[in-house]
């Protein structure tokens, strides 16, 4: 039986298949870097990220603590001594608010305060949020 | 959020630095842990003035390079064993590998810090072909200064926003680790192929 296949045609070898593939991820990847500083480009631009924390000066500052319009980044794998650092807030506001008796305190996450008195996370944090906000002399979520 | 991240960063309020030496060593060693969305939240926490950011810095260096040269020392020790025990020298692809990853170790061991898990594997390849001592832990060092410091930097400078930055982090690394192990196999066909020319 005669050999019908074009001997022109050669079969390219995988490694042309992978430089292929090593391109596009390649371009993939710039493509997430231009995403990255966009991202972080929308972030300045919302004034969400301060100018002058870019300055060389400004990186080895502290910042500030946060105010009563910021309580929405608590979570509960926050301890209460983090949360009174972050909100600048004295360290037994949130004990004698919340009522709390564990020890443990202010080395104690949400998510345990919330096991200890059978509430839901979400509920825990809500309390939290709303205890912060009262500090600050906010009306409550 | 990663559901292996959210306890992490209870543990790392929790206990400081002890935790942060001791997930980045686990890590470095080879558990699958989110060590640099962690990393990245630690810059935030810096940020805030909750840890020390060369404090932090240098503790991940550390036990990361710790980490690496832990997986590094046991193949080292026992990869002959382990070689035998497996008949690996009877896989062309690994005889291929080992003599990939001795000329190229420098380069190596360099990107893969950058790439996640290839990292551990890369760890315990370069002890069983016995890559120099001296090498493994020059390029490991850079690399373990360049990549945390990358990762508590940005997290440092965006602050309370991290977490919207923490998923790109993930796919780069994978990014990086399927770049390398091509760039690899193709080096690996090219010896091939030149030996049957």
Same mark, same amino acid.
């Given at each position: 039986?005669?050999?019908?296949?074009?001997?022109?045609?050669?079969?390219?070898?995988?490694?042309?298949?992978?430089?292929?593939?090593?391109?596009?991820?390649? &371009?993939?990847?710039?493509?997430?870097?231009?995403?990255?500083?966009?991202?972080y480009l929308?972030l300045r631009?919302?004034?969400l990220i301060s100018r002058r924390e870019l300055s060389l000066s400004a990186f080895v500052q502290k910042h500030g603590p946060?105010?009563?319009?910021?309580?929405?980044?608590?979570?509960?794998?926050?301890?209460?001594?983090?949360?009174?650092?972050?909100?600048?807030?004295?360290?037994?506001?949130?004990?004698?608010?919340?009522?709390?008796?564990?020890?443990?305190?202010?080395?104690?996450?949400?998510?345990?305060?919330?096991?200890?008195?059978?509430?839901?996370?979400?509920?825990?944090?809500? #309390?939290?949020?709303?205890? &912060?906000?009262?500090?600050?002399? #906010?009306?409550?979520? | 959020?990663?559901?292996?991240?959210?306890?992490?960063?209870?543990?790392?309020?929790?206990?400081?630095?002890?935790?942060?030496?001791?997930?980045?060593?686990?890590?470095?060693?080879?558990?699958?842990?989110?060590?640099?969305?962690?990393l990245l939240a630690l810059g935030a926490f810096a940020s805030q003035g909750y840890f020390s950011f060369w404090g932090s810095l240098m503790?991940a260096v550390?036990?990361?390079?710790?980490?690496?040269?832990?997986?590094?020392?046991?193949?080292?020790?026992?990869?002959?064993?382990?070689?035998?025990?497996?008949?690996?020298?009877?896989?062309?692809?690994?005889?291929?590998?080992?003599?990939?990853?001795?000329?190229?170790?420098?380069?190596?061991?360099?990107?893969?810090?950058?790439?996640?898990?290839?990292?551990?594997?890369?760890?315990?390849?370069?002890?069983?072909?016995?890559?120099?001592?001296?090498?493994?832990?020059?390029?490991?060092?850079?690399?373990?200064v360049i990549?945390p410091a990358a990762a508590l930097g940005i997290g440092y400078v965006v602050g309370n926003y991290w977490?919207?930055f923490?998923?790109?982090?993930?796919?780069?690394?994978?990014?990086?680790?399927?770049?390398?192990?091509?760039?690899?196999?193709?080096?690996?066909?090219?010896?091939?192929?030149?030996?049957?020319?």
């Amino acid at each position: 039986m005669l050999n019908t296949m074009d001997p022109k045609k050669k079969r390219r070898p995988i490694s042309y298949y992978i430089k292929i593939a090593l391109i596009v991820l390649g &371009i993939v990847l710039v493509v997430l870097f231009i995403l990255l500083v966009r991202n972080y480009l929308m972030l300045r631009h919302a004034n969400l990220i301060s100018r002058r924390e870019l300055s060389l000066s400004a990186f080895v500052q502290k910042h500030g603590p946060l105010g009563a319009s910021e309580v929405g980044v608590i979570h509960s794998w926050m301890t209460f001594d983090y949360i009174n650092r972050l909100f600048g807030i004295p360290q037994d506001y949130l004990e004698n608010q919340l009522q709390i008796s564990d020890s443990h305190y202010p080395n104690l996450t949400l998510g345990k305060y919330a096991s200890e008195n059978n509430i839901d996370t979400v509920v825990a944090s809500h #309390q939290v949020q709303n205890a &912060i906000l009262k500090y600050f002399n #906010q009306p409550a979520l | 959020m990663d559901s292996l991240l959210t306890p992490l960063l209870s543990y790392l309020l929790l206990y400081r630095y002890v935790a942060l030496a001791f997930v980045v060593y686990i890590g470095a060693v080879g558990a699958p842990l989110p060590v640099n969305e962690m990393l990245l939240a630690l810059g935030a926490f810096a940020s805030q003035g909750y840890f020390s950011f060369w404090g932090s810095l240098m503790i991940a260096v550390i036990a990361n390079c710790l980490g690496d040269l832990t997986g590094y020392a046991i193949t080292r020790k026992w990869g002959d064993w382990i070689v035998r025990v497996l008949h690996l020298r009877k896989a062309r692809f690994f005889v291929h590998l080992e003599e990939e990853l001795r000329s190229d170790a420098a380069i190596t061991v360099f990107t893969t810090r950058f790439a996640g898990s290839l990292s551990s594997i890369t760890n315990l390849l370069a002890g069983l072909v016995r890559v120099p001592l001296g090498t493994f832990i020059f390029y490991d060092f850079i690399a373990n200064v360049i990549e945390p410091a990358a990762a508590l930097g940005i997290g440092y400078v965006v602050g309370n926003y991290w977490s919207d930055f923490s998923n790109l982090f993930t796919i780069i690394a994978a990014i990086f680790a399927v770049g390398i192990i091509m760039f690899v196999l193709i080096r690996i066909q090219r010896k091939i192929m030149k030996k049957y020319e």
